[in-house]
């Protein structure tokens, strides 16, 4: 089969992406800028022989893909802001209960019902650390429509890979934009398949490694009989309340991630090799600064982009690299300093850090970042 | 007798439930109706949410799933969709059900998905210690309502009916062959049946009302019963504050599930010569 070249949306190209990792169930709450995924995935799965359904809200929407994935499915739902917030308990509960699900975001202004529906990147905290308590967690950020393919089929063999929820953070920018895309030849295209138990005699449901393994997943209706609980609880799968058990299960499920962030890792960079002058950025803000690099070079400046597509488990090698070498490191974002601070922590002081915020519900014009950094320098 | 025990992890026991606590009569009871109907252990999933109520799942030797409070149905609606073929159950407290998850329980009775929902309910929020619920009766006491409930509560039976469950039923921990027979109704109803099942919360409702202890508790709930059929040829003066047990509701209808399945085939077939769509991955559909 030849590749699929196609102009697509870039919640088109997300949802393309996650039928091409197996996606089966997906069930979801209407609310803009993400609706054309439910939209398309209504339309699409049946087809393949998948669900759909439309829930009564958000929190209903992430724990029927739980309960699918638990039952065998990949599964998938799509929200914005408010609809996010209200999904933080279950994600916990995924993360906990070592659940692959994938959660697409595409970000909108907020707090609240904000300014509907312009975009935003203001959820990068809410992302990492949304529900309550210590928890593992993947965020993936796509820069372009086809990163949406990509990246979302990627979160699928993530979150199979590690057991854990991952979320694909865009916003109304890229999930509204439109560009010619060449997909994978889908004969090319091998998702993830879950690792399965051999047999349910003697299966321990959490039985792992306690540095960071990654237990067997057993679906329900196997005859495997295990039980799930957000309690936290032991190898058996029975609930716990003795300290040690707490311990060894949170500190396994944070090893999961923190031994791994070589292989989750992912950016995209351009001149950062020799660069005095940085910009490190992720999504739709990448877009604008990568003119700003470019022009700057072109006048004489040594600057570099560092675009990440992986914003947790923050890739801070790249970051911390990219420190040695950079005087100042510009952090343009659509909210008022959130990845930034993730950056200055990296950096620790070694490069100057500075903030370029913005918050009117539109996205960066490459002058305001290069004004900004000539301001700055 | 039989082989209940079976039906249990032996080796999770005891339980956490209080001496005299209704819950535990209630999951023998879904046990039991589960062995007369020789349902396949390996095909059922019990689901529940938070609350004393909701821990009976933990007990029950099949795949069990123990979720967030309110969401037990949530969880079973992506459960049963996915994969129809399974028997799907829901233990469930009157909090659980009716105040954090009575969205989720409206509308899983609206699509008529196929569940069976076991409301365990005890009238008040044990597991927090003794707060009111949306089903504690008016006037009573709780933690929460030390002068007194204020709030008017649910007739949950007519909920479930009125949102469209095809199978509805109250029985009580004290009428426990008929609550058998009715969750074993309710496990043979293809698509949402509710059984209301009421129990003793000795330790908090029972004290707080100085109701007394379990078997109190039971004479109390059982006072305030009367079966729905004799009912019907009683004057309304003597069935004035009493509620209704037994078989309250069945008129079958398209199981949703079963439905969407429908919806698929049809699909397919007016689909058969698209290549893909979206994503060519008619190849490895399933
Ligand atoms: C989101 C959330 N809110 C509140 C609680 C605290 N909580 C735990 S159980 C419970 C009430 C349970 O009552 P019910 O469902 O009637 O069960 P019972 O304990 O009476 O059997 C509450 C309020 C919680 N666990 N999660
Ligand atoms: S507090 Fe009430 S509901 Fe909870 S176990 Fe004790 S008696 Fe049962
Ligand atoms: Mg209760």
């Known amino acids: 089969m030849p590749k699929i070249v196609k102009l697509m949306q870039g919640n088109e190209a997300c949802t393309a992406g996650a039928l091409a990792a197996g996606l089966r169930f997906y069930a979801g709450y209407p609310i803009t800028p993400s609706t054309e995924i439910a939209e398309l995935c209504a339309e699409e799965l049946p087809k393949v022989g998948g669900k759909f359904i439309q829930m009564e809200d958000e929190i209903g929407s992430v724990a029927a893909i739980i309960g699918a994935s638990l039952a065998g499915k990949k599964a998938m739902t799509a929200t914005s802001g408010p609809g996010f917030s209200l999904m933080q308990e279950c994600i916990g509960y995924a993360s906990l209960c070592e659940i692959p699900i994938v959660i697409v975001n595409v970000q909108r202004m907020g707090p609240s019902t904000g300014m509907p529906t312009s975009p935003a990147q203001a959820d990068v905290m809410q992302a990492r650390w949304g529900t309550h308590g210590d928890h593992p967690v993947i965020v993936l950020a796509p820069g372009n429509v086809r990163e949406c393919f990509e990246l979302t089929l990627r979160a699928f063999d993530l979150s199979e890979k590690y057991r854990v929820p991952v979320i694909v953070l ?15 030849d889908p004969a090319e295209v091998h998702p993830l398949r879950r690792a399965m138990p051999a047999a349910p005699a003697g299966y321990k449901p959490y039985a792992a490694d306690p540095n960071g393994g990654v237990p067997l997943m057993a679906p329900f209706g196997e005859g495997y009989r295990w ?43 351009e001149g950062i090799e020799d660069c005095e002058l940085a910009v490190v950025t992720f999504g739709s803000s990448a877009m604008s600064s990568l003119s700003v690099v470019r022009r700057l070079r072109k006048e004489g400046v040594k600057a570099g982009l560092l675009r990440l597509k ?19 490191i510009y952090v343009p974002e659509m909210n008022l300093g959130q990845l930034a601070l993730e950056v200055e922590r990296v950096v620790a002081g070694r490069s100057r850090v500075v903030r370029i915020g913005k918050v009117t519900g539109e996205l960066f014009r490459p002058e305001e970042i290069y004004n900004a950094i000539m301001g700055a320098k | 007798m039989s082989n209940t025990l079976s039906y249990f992890r ?92 009575g969205n989720h329980f409206i509308h899983a009775a609206r699509r008529n998905i196929g569940i069976t929902t076991i409301v365990m309910n005890n009238e008040i929020y044990g597991m927090t210690s003794g707060q009111y619920s949306p089903m504690t009766p008016k006037g009573m006491l709780g933690t929460t309502a030390p002068y007194g409930n204020a709030e008017r509560s649910f007739d949950l039976c007519e909920l479930a009916k009125s949102s469209g469950a095809t199978f509805v039923g109250r029985a009580t921990s004290y009428h426990v062959p008929l609550l058998i027979d009715l969750i074993e109704k309710a496990l043979s109803n ?70 969407y399945g429908e919806l698929i085939h049809t699909v397919q077939r007016n689909f058969a010569n698209m290549k893909g769509g979206l994503w060519e991955c008619a190849s490895n559909s399933d």
């Open chain 2, 190 to 259: 293809n698509g949402f049946s509710v059984v209301e099942a009421l129990t003793q919360c000795p330790t908090y409702l029972g004290r707080k009302n100085k109701i007394g202890g379990a078997v109190e508790m039971l004479e109390w709930i059982k006072n305030q019963t009367i079966n729905a059929k004799a009912a019907a040829a009683l004057p309304p003066e003597k069935r004035e504050g009493k509620l209704l047990i037994g078989e309250l509701h069945n008129a079958p209808a398209p199981e949703f599930a079963g439905e």
């Open chain 1, 310 to 328: 992986t914003l947790w488990p923050f890739p801070e090698a790249a970051v911390r690299e990219l420190a040695a070498r950079a005087k100042t």
């Open chain 2, 10 to 101: 032996q080796e999770r026991l005891p339980h956490i439930w209080c001496p005299g606590c209704g819950h535990g009569t209630v999951t023998g009871a879904l046990v039991r109706a589960i062995e007369r109907l020789g349902l396949d252990k390996n095909k059922i999933c019990v689901v529940s949410g938070i609350g004393c109520s909701s821990r009976a799942v933990g007990y029950l030797d099949f795949d069990t799933l123990h979720t967030a409070h309110g969401r037990a149905l949530a969880f079973a609606t992506g459960i049963k969709l996915a994969r129809p073929e399974l028997k799907v159950i829901v233990m469930t407290g009157d909090g659980d059900c009716t105040a954090i998850g």
């Open chain 1, 170 to 184: 865009t916003d109304e920018v890229i999930g509204h934009m439109r560009e010619k895309v060449e997909l994978p």
């Open chain 1, 227 to 269: 039980h799930c609980t957000g309690l936290f609880h032991d190898e058996s799968g029975a609930p716990s309340n003795k300290g040690e058990v707490a311990d060894r299960l949170l500190r396994r499920l944070m090893l999961k991630i923190e031994n791994n962030v070589a292989d989750i890792s992912d950016y995209a960079s």
